[in-house]
């Protein structure tokens, strides 16, 4: 299998309501819109790579249910390898989501059954990729995946979204720890000085700040970079958009401050739609709005 970003990870199946505002407790309110597709931070992440014009895989998990038929029949759309995902009869994970008017969102996720895979679940010998992504959320075939490539010096992302027991097992096992504000302040409290105890697991650090831009540490150097402006509609996915731009960026010649800004204009670009996978942009769209 020869591919430039293997996604690892979570996939799920979103339903997607848009309301004119938030409801009140025991208030009843009809949706403006509603939209429904595959979901899940690494499988979003695969769907933007392959969008981008990169070849991408996706490691997880998928319930033998419709959701998870759908689903797998998306990333097949989207030319998404699905050779390492396992399917089971365990559901597949469903988030709904509810977007408000100036595009924050609320997510309820049902898991049932179905826990992490174990890390035997997934023969990874075959694998040949440029970069790997990891989200946290299959840490036993994370680590399983980082012990039999660790001497191929291949770069490895963690996609950390908030703090729970894989995030934490990866965390200082990656080249680049790209975090959410979330998980900046949930791990150490306060963003002034999340940046360098961060830097104290991953040689790489990124924490981005939604509307707010990023801010970014490494060995040598630091900064800053302001957010793209653009009308909001939807923040679902744009992390998920950032993540796999980065990470795909990384098996390029890009300058790390063009790496960044390469990831910012695809999250950027998934606030503009409603709902993260059709928020994702094509390498048309990505390179018009970089232009």
Not at 2 to 11: E, P, R
């Amino acid at each position: 299998m020869n591919i430039d970003v293997l996604c690892v990870g979570h996939a799920s199946y979103d339903l997607i309501f848009s309301v004119d505002h938030h409801p009140q407790a025991d208030e009843k309110t009809s949706a403006t819109d509603f939209l429904s597709s595959g979901g899940g931070p690494a499988a979003n992440a695969a769907v933007c790579i392959a969008r981008l014009g990169f070849n991408a895989a996706f490691s997880g998990y998928l319930g033998a249910d419709i959701f998870g038929e759908n689903h797998h029949k998306e990333l097949l759309a989207e030319e998404v390898n699905t050779d390492l995902i396992v399917r089971g009869q365990n559901p597949t994970p469903l988030s709904s989501i509810i977007v408000k008017p100036n595009g924050h969102r609320s997510l309820i996720n049902y898991k049932g059954s179905t826990t992490a895979l174990p890390s035997d679940a997934i023969n990874f010998s075959d694998v040949n990729a440029k970069a790997l992504l990891f989200d946290g959320h299959e840490p036993n075939i994370s680590l399983t995946l980082l012990k039999q490539l660790s001497n191929k010096n291949i770069p490895t992302v963690l996609d950390a979204g908030s703090v729970h027991e894989g995030t934490l097992s990866l965390m200082d096992k990656v080249d680049y720890l790209v975090c959410s504000e979330k998980f900046a302040l949930q791990f150490v409290g306060d963003i002034s000085s999340a940046l360098k105890r961060l830097t104290e697991f991953a040689p790489h650090v990124v924490i981005t700040l939604g509307d707010k831009g990023l801010i970014w540490k490494t060995s040598e150097s630091s900064g800053s970079l302001p957010a793209f402006p653009i009308q909001a509609t939807d923040s679902t996915g744009a992390g998920d958009a950032f993540h796999g731009a980065f990470t795909a960026a990384l098996t390029t010649n890009m300058h790390w401050l063009d790496i960044l800004k390469y990831a910012s204009a695809a999250g950027a670009l998934c606030c503009t739609k409603m709902g993260a996978r059709n928020g994702l942009p094509s390498k048309t769209t990505h390179q018009s709005f970089l232009s």
